[in-house]
């Protein structure tokens, strides 16, 4: 099989009202560039040769047009986002080319996704058809039952990441369907038309930035990884 083209979508839907500022979430500033410049570039720089779809609530885009001219970004194409992921995710697959093989979506809140993920996702949805990175979970989990709780063995538990990558076909197949409630990732969308995903290795660094906190742990996070770089 030769080299699979990848389309990449990245939905940056976020209004930003659980970071507590007036600037939505991906626009803000992390370690000098905005979040989703970061998360842009992060893909440009495993998948050089990729069509990089980025879906915005549809008054985001002129700001993000003017906003991200200030930095340096990789090319990218936006789309306008709806009411709900399973519809800015649909927009997105809407304005890729035919011409990709695999289709990654990814959040636009999760700059940190290294390249050696990226690419481990892609060989994996190459031979599989699908890849949900995922990562094992680390504290007790209880679940509640009524007025009472049971633990849950945290052996048969994953914490489930992006860039989920399937196989075009498949993903255009499955978001030609209507909304439900239960579609809480892209996964959940194709499990729903019958088929099955397959599970790959995610990073505990890909974190999704979606508070303060976040924010604090991703500037630590981001400090470490340069400083592995520049000792390599």
């Not at 009202?17 to 842009?40: C, D, H, N, S, Y």
């Not at 709780?149 to 052996?155: H, K, L, N, W, Y």
């Not at 599970?199 to 996070?221: H, M, Q």
Request: net charge negative.
């Amino acid at each position: 099989m030769g080299e699979q083209k990848v389309g990449v979508i990245i939905v940056a839907g976020g209004s930003g009202k659980r970071m507590g500022g007036a600037l939505p979430k991906q626009f803000t500033i992390v370690g000098g560039e905005p979040i989703l410049a970061r998360t842009i570039n992060a893909f440009h720089k495993a998948l050089p040769a990729s069509r990089i779809v980025v879906v915005l609530p549809a008054d985001q885009i002129e700001f993000w047009r003017n906003y991200s001219s200030r930095f340096s970004v990789a090319k990218h194409s936006m789309v306008e986002g709806g009411a709900e992921r399973f519809y800015s995710v649909k927009n997105g697959i809407e304005a890729l080319s035919e011409g990709v093989d695999l289709i990654a979506i990814h959040d636009g809140v999760r700059p940190l996704a290294s390249k050696e993920m990226i690419l481990r996702a892609v060989a994996c949805a190459a031979e599989h058809g699908s890849a949900i990175p995922v990562v094992e979970v680390v504290d007790s989990i209880r679940a509640i039952e009524g007025d009472t709780s049971r633990i849950v063995p945290r052996s048969s538990l994953r914490a489930v990441q992006t860039p989920q990558i399937f196989s075009a076909p498949t993903i255009r197949a499955a978001y030609d369907t209507s909304f439900s409630p239960a579609f809480t990732d892209d996964a959940s969308v194709v499990e729903a038309m019958g088929e099955s995903v397959t599970l790959c290795e995610g990073e505990r660094s890909n974190i999704k930035i979606t508070t303060p906190e976040d924010l604090t742990i991703a500037e630590a996070l981001l400090e470490s990884i340069e400083e592995r770089r520049a000792d390599e």
